[in-house]
């Protein structure tokens, strides 16, 4: 039998709960893969909020996980979103050039679109590419889509 830790009580048991998902999805997020290119799935879009400490508000977050398809890293999942892992505002453009590409290269020009597209296209296959680039000795990992390889499954 586990041994119970000091100062574990029911509602501290109830927040950590309320966490698990959030770590189950950041397990991938520091993994991206090396630059080149990438057959991928589309898996369920996920959204949070976050504190702009900067600007002082709340903002929110938008993060895609894709899988990899074949090749040695076949099963892997990273996200859309390159070396930050999520969407935010100052990121919103590069989602919705995704959400373009997902939507047969019709334009979508705004954020609430781009979710409802990427969403409605979960399982749906993607071409994408790795890329890096450094920027004042930091480097940075961008994750490109190409193209519309083979659109979501219909649902029953």
């Given at each position: 039998m586990a041994q119970e830790i000091e100062?574990?009580?029911?509602?501290?048991?109830d927040l950590v709960g309320k966490f698990n998902e959030e770590y189950r999805d950041r397990?991938?997020?520091?993994?991206?893969?090396?630059p080149g290119d990438y057959t991928v799935a589309v898996g369920r879009v996920k959204v949070g909020q976050f504190v702009?400490?900067?600007a002082n508000r709340t903002e929110p977050w938008v993060r895609v996980p894709v899988t990899i398809m074949d090749g040695?890293?076949?099963g892997k999942e990273f996200p859309l979103g390159g070396s930050r892992g999520v969407f935010t505002p100052a990121g919103f453009g590069y989602l919705g050039a995704a959400a373009s590409?997902?939507?047969?290269?019709?334009?979508?020009?705004?954020?609430?679109t781009a979710l409802e597209v990427l969403g409605a296209n979960e399982g749906a296959i993607l071409l994408v590419r790795?890329?890096?680039r450094e920027v004042e000795g930091r480097k940075y990992t961008n994750v490109?889509?190409?193209?519309?390889v083979a659109g979501a499954?219909?649902?029953a």
């Open positions: 100062g574990m009580s029911g509602t501290f048991r397990q991938y997020t520091d993994w991206l893969p090396e702009n400490r900067r040695p890293h076949a590409v997902v939507a047969n290269g019709e334009p979508v020009m705004d954020f609430g790795v890329s890096e490109r889509v190409v193209q519309l499954a219909p649902t």
